[in-house]
């Protein structure tokens, strides 16, 4: 297991964000072999940043805007995030595809953003409860990676995949693992049509203390993307203290 991150969403406020981001940085050691990062809310992030910059967690974007710099009002871009300290960018986040309407051709934007000022992308994908119930996941995440993938140029950076199953995300409805497992598999093997490098590939929704060893110990399950779980300081260590020590 390599990745351990931690999307805080619109959870906590600036205050509550720096002192998790304190305590989660008291646990961790260099070490660990683990690769650990938090997605603090845009008004937090540059605290945050601060907070862990000679830490062994990074701190990522939960979204950013694809033009560097211009007349977007309420937008952020990859290029700020960057210059703010953030290692890592999450693409085309379920909330942000079915909450805020963003299309496949917008996460496509963020990437190339991302990627072109050196953030490293954490590329969401994940099927809705209709498109399982229709037999349709494995066209659903296809379509996704296609639309992401095809002809991008990595210029030499990495991309982070997270798989995160729409109808588990925030319902407490984990996927079960062996399922997790057989599907980024699948995915792995899908993302090798269009890259060349190893791609990691993370699960997402409902991860939580009692359930992250699961997943963490199958073989082709590079981490865990954890919301809920990471907001609060109890549930985040006991996840990663039982993950760490798996
Ligand atoms: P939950 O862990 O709350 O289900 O959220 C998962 C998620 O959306 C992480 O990005």
Redesign the pocket.
Known sequence: MKYIFG?WKMYLNTQQSIDLAREFAQLVQDGDGVEYAVFPNTLAFYDVAAELKNSPVATGAQNVGWTPQGAYTGSTSAFMFSDAGAKYALVG??ERRHVFGETNEDVRKRLEASIDVGLTPVL?IGETKEDRDADKTEYRLKKQLLKAFENLSLNGNRVIVAY?PVW???TGDACVPEEAQRVINLIKQEIKQYVDTDVPVLY????SADNVVSYVSLPDIDGV?????SSKAESFMTLINNAISA
């Open positions: 999307n986040h379920s969401c995160e588990a995300i925030g997402g929704g409902s991860v993307l954890v919301g809920g779980a």
